[in-house]
């Protein structure tokens, strides 16, 4: 069995690929003809290995595409997966409009000779990519560098990633909306530039990293998107667009906390922000505002510390009230600072096994650093901002919670709906609910619990399906009026009749159900009719 092929930390990176449109109009009519798919990918892998791949083992892949013989997506996925060399006559047949010479010109190999059997090493990482966001399912190739389980070795600081768990999250929670101006801050290989660029007139890409700019452009190319939709920008931050005005604003920005007055710890361009703590998260909410247009949404993902004596939502909280915006942060989870310190010191490559040196002293850097500020935690979760597009005499959006539970993806509808109904609420007072009609949003059941014999419950829950997947304990009252909600009776019809019922009068039941009403539509549970 091959093994994959180590760089040395010295070596210098590969460049990036080039987006000539020619050669990358070939290349991906060839991945398409190979079926070099994520379906496609899974059936010749099988789900053990695949699932394995997942999780970064790549011996049940190596051996599942040993076995393939002849299949092109055995070649393209040993090449540009498992980092294999590959015999260039095998590449060949994966890629016949581009050839082993065009791909050689593009950047995405290199070989060893001009011989059908002659070694290919792929120069880049490159994969199929399919997912579902608020605007329906995804499918392209995206490049990126080379990673350690291609490599055999940790990743050089000018690394630019692919694909992660947290650009997937991102993409998912965006909410989806036509948008004339995107801003994409820190765009990376440009993967939520692709997503907005499917709702957006124009989207614009920064990074501080002119690799990952490179990379952003040929996946552009590779996506076919067309040419000046998407303007990719060198710099930090807001700088590259001061003075514009977005209507979205997306960003997986470098918000990995690293020590800074520690030497020996790398610090890597695409997930550290250069400031000390969680500072690039608190500058980025407070900040992102001098770019939002009227009614402008920006999405970003975060870090930030919790430090002893002060609660993650005081903390975050007042961000949000510097920022002027309306503010929705949902902390999706909560790390101490050791398994915080172990996540990022793995995801650079570096472990205990493989060098126990640096893996000490890496660990103690980063306990130190969290002690120095008395952090006691780190939550990490989801930031959505907006500027008013009011004259601002409407209460304002302030929501900070924890969810920590499942949930169902693509969250950008939820989101957005959300929104939504938090506009709707916020200019509807208790007589104009009244006149409301309601019904029940289909993904929502009820659920009650009774003791052997009893014959009324004593806890009634109402359950959400999709979105948050929230469950929300009712009352007798609530639980009658979100019974009778199905769109033919209005709100205070329904008050009414409850008070008449349950031998209270309409206002006891208004003063006890309309609070809960309006969390109800503002979560989702109920709709207007």
Same mark, same amino acid.
């Given at each position: 069995m091959e093994t994959t092929h180590p760089l040395t930390a010295g070596e210098p990176a590969a460049g990036p690929p080039t987006a000539d449109p020619a050669l990358v109009e070939a290349l991906r $009519?060839?991945?398409? $003809?190979?079926?070099?798919?994520?379906?496609?990918?899974?059936?010749?892998?099988?789900?053990?290995?695949? %699932?394995a791949l997942h999780r970064e083992e790549a011996v049940p892949a190596l051996l599942a595409t040993a076995a393939a013989g002849r299949d092109p997506r055995a070649a393209l996925v040993r090449a540009f997966v498992l980092g294999v060399p590959v015999p260039a006559g095998d590449l060949a047949a994966a890629l016949p409009a581009l050839g082993v010479a065009g791909a050689e010109r593009l950047g995405l190999v290199e070989t060893s000779g001009a011989g059908a059997g002659d070694q290919a090493r792929a120069r880049v990482d490159l994969r199929p990519y399919e997912a579902e966001d608020g605007a329906g399912t995804v499918d392209w190739w995206i490049a990126s560098d080379l990673g350690e389980l291609a490599t055999g070795g940790p990743l050089r600081t000018d690394h630019v990633l692919g694909v992660g768990g947290a650009s997937t999250t991102l993409a998912q929670v965006t909410v989806r909306e036509p948008r004339g101006r995107t801003l994409d /801050?820190?765009?990376?290989?440009?993967?939520?530039? /692709?997503? $907005?660029? #499917?709702?957006?007139?124009?989207?614009?890409?920064?990074?501080i990293s002119g690799r990952a700019l490179a990379f952003a452009r040929f996946n552009a190319v590779l996506a076919g998107l067309p040419a000046g939709q998407l303007d990719l920008r060198l710099g930090s931050m807001l700088e590259p667009v001061a003075g514009e005005r977005f209507d979205l604003v997306v960003s997986n920005p470098p918000f990995v906390i690293t020590p800074r007055s520690a030497e020996g710890v790398p610090t890597y361009e695409y997930r550290d922000g250069g400031r000390t703590g969680d500072a690039i998260v608190q500058d980025l909410i407070t900040s992102v505002g001098g770019v939002l247009a009227p009614g402008g949404v920006a999405q970003l993902l975060g870090n930030w510390e919790v430090r002893r004596g002060e609660s993650w939502d005081e903390r975050v909280g007042a961000w949000l009230d510097a920022s002027g915006l309306d503010g929705w942060v949902v902390q999706r989870e909560l790390q101490d600072p050791a398994q915080y310190a172990e996540t990022w010191i793995r995801d650079g490559g570096t472990t205990p096994d493989r060098d126990p040196a640096a893996w000490q002293e890496r660990y103690a850097a980063w306990l130190a650093d969290f002690a120095s500020r008395d952090v006691e935690a780190v939550g990490f979760g989801i930031v959505v901002l907006r500027r008013p597009a009011d004259d601002g005499s409407l209460p304002r959006l302030r929501r900070l919670e924890e969810v920590t539970g499942t949930v169902r993806q693509p969250l950008g509808p939820a989101v957005g709906a959300s929104l939504a109904?938090?506009?709707? /609420? #916020? #200019?509807?007072?208790?007589?104009?609910? %009244?006149?409301?009609?309601?019904?029940? %949003?289909?993904d929502v059941t009820e659920e009650r619990y009774l003791r052997p014999g009893d014959a009324d419950p004593q806890v009634l829950l109402l359950r959400q399906g999709g979105g948050f997947g929230r469950t929300v304990q009712v009352g007798t009252a609530l639980a009658g009026f979100v019974g009778a909600c199905d769109g033919e009776l209005a709100v205070g019809q329904i008050v009414n009749a409850l008070g008449a019922l349950l031998g209270v009068g309409a206002e006891a039941v208004a003063a006890d159900v309309l609070p809960e009403v309006r969390g109800l539509l503002q979560d989702g549970l109920l709709l207007p009719a």
């Open positions: $009519a060839d991945l398409a $003809a190979a079926g070099f798919t994520v379906p496609g990918v899974e059936d010749l892998l099988g789900p053990v290995a695949a %699932a /801050l820190g765009t990376g290989c440009g993967i939520q530039a /692709l997503h $907005a660029s #499917r709702h957006s007139g124009a989207v614009v890409g920064t990074d109904a938090h506009d709707l /609420l #916020r #200019r509807t007072d208790d007589a104009a609910l %009244a006149a409301q009609r309601l019904r029940v %949003a289909p």
